[in-house]
């Protein structure tokens, strides 16, 4: 188990695109360095339309997500966070990224007024997480465990996807970050996380990126 007094995040917000493992990081973290995960509400009467690519349906759905994003994080600012350690499995920013790849210019103006005044009545967490995966390892997870409309996405939009959100975390500097090559994390492995929780305390200003070895890698080494 991790020392929980020397973790000193109190808000924590991991990110990435959907299968990257950012629900199944948030509760293990949660486990084992203590807190209450907070889920993104992915529920979207319009997705479906977006997906059958329905006009207006983007921006619909855009609306819909930033909005109970927005709702969901406002009730976090009224907890007093150093009650409780919070992870969440989204960071609000992410919206933006989502919406620059799938909204018109006339819908992005109406879009961005909107965000501006949202985004600006919610607090930043202490620490963000983002998982980075590539599109080989991500096609590979969807015909495994996607959905139904997960596999009907287009491989050019998940690598368009991909780097935005590559792009948006190599610039993001409102809070430290931790950056965590995922392709070859094991989840089921206790020694991964462990090894995650480590780097979460180890935590300062400066980004830290950190790549675990991949199960061949890790067998190796321990042979030696």
Request: charged letters at 35%; proline letters at 3%; hydrophobic letters at 40%.
């Amino acid at each position: 188990m991790v020392n929980k007094d020397k973790i000193t995040f109190k808000h924590i917000a991991i990110d990435g695109i959907p299968k990257s493992g950012k629900t199944k990081l948030a509760n293990l973290l949660a486990q084992k360095m203590g807190g209450r995960v907070v889920f993104d509400r992915i529920e979207n009467p319009y997705l479906k339309d977006f997906y059958d690519e329905k006009e207006g349906a983007a921006f619909l759905a855009q609306l819909v997500f930033l909005v109970n994003r927005y709702h969901q994080q406002q009730r976090l600012m009224q907890r007093d966070l150093f009650e409780e350690r919070i992870i969440c499995d989204y960071l609000l920013e992410k919206d933006k990224i989502y919406a620059y790849q799938t909204l018109t210019d006339d819908e992005l103006v109406i879009y961005e007024r909107i965000y501006s005044i949202l985004s600006e009545r919610v607090s930043k967490p202490d620490l963000a997480i983002y998982l980075q995966i590539s599109l080989q390892s991500l096609l590979k997870r969807i015909a495994k465990e996607g959905s139904a409309l997960e596999k009907n996405i287009s491989e050019k939009y998940l690598q368009d996807i991909l780097e935005a959100f590559d792009y948006f975390f190599f610039n993001y500097e409102a809070t430290p970050l931790l950056v965590i090559k995922v392709d070859d994390l094991d989840f089921s492995r206790e020694e991964d996380i462990m090894d995650i929780a480590d780097k979460i305390k180890e935590m300062k200003k400066s980004p830290l990126y950190y790549v675990p070895l991949s199960r061949t890698n890790k067998e190796s080494k321990e042979d030696k």
